[in-house]
């Protein structure tokens, strides 16, 4: 993947009169962020393409045949790279993605708009793989936060635990999964439940993530198949 450009011609924002400071300097650092503009470049809908991009490199857990779900797949950042990587078709859609936002289609994948945290999302994400099992669970997903850190860490972590558990549900035997977490306190105890579960469970910050961001990725690999 060729590395973004270090030579970047700085792009200041003015702070407009209904425009707070917060936002402006989102939007500067959008701007002024190299993987954005490589995105745009490249047909990607979001930079966290990147990620998957890094994450897949050093892991190996993307390849042509598998089947795929992503979860929290809005805007489809992530969905493009999964259906390019295992070679998903529109005549044999091998990737399948969910939501609570709209998203547009992506030829390859079969996607949806839903709350994964509704009771009715793993039969629905079942029923797109067409009664199969999947051998990748990605999940990028966050919850709004409230700006209270510890409650937000256990949104976060409530999030994570509850797409954990479908994976274990839907992963065949040698599947990865693949996840944000944030660094908050209680991530280990899952991370522990992980590595009984799993034959190998690393960590990553991939190059795209942003250094100020507390985010993480876990990639766990060799799925040991239901107890």
Avoid at 51 to 73: C, M, N, P, Q, T
Wanted: aromatic share 8%; net charge positive.
């Amino acid at each position: 993947m060729k590395k973004p450009s270090a030579h970047m011609l700085a792009t200041r924002v003015k702070t407009a009169k209904k425009r707070s400071s917060a936002s402006t300097q989102w939007l500067q650092r959008q701007l002024n962020d190299p993987y954005v503009a490589m995105a745009k470049q490249e047909g990607y809908r979001a930079r966290s393409a990147f990620k998957l991009i890094e994450l897949d490199d050093k892991f190996h857990f993307l390849s042509a045949g598998k089947r795929v779900v992503d979860l929290g797949a809005a805007p489809g950042g992530w969905t493009q790279i999964a259906v390019k990587r295992v070679k998903s078709t529109p005549e044999n859609p091998l990737v399948v993605g969910l939501d609570l936002l709209e998203m547009a289609p992506i030829a390859g994948a079969k996607t949806t708009q839903l709350d994964f945290l509704d009771d009715s999302a793993p039969d629905v994400l079942k029923e797109m793989l067409g009664g199969h099992k999947a051998d990748v669970v990605l999940s990028d997903m966050a919850p709004n936060t409230t700006g209270m850190k510890d409650i937000d860490h256990l949104r976060i972590m409530g999030l994570l635990e509850t797409a954990y558990a479908f994976a274990c549900e839907i992963l065949n035997p040698g599947g990865a999964f693949v996840a944000k977490i944030f660094q908050g306190g209680t991530e280990q105890n899952l991370l522990n439940e992980m590595k009984k579960r799993f034959k190998v469970v690393k960590h990553a910050k991939p190059p795209a993530s942003r250094k100020e961001s507390s985010e993480f990725y876990v990639v766990a690999t060799g799925f040991k198949g239901e107890e």
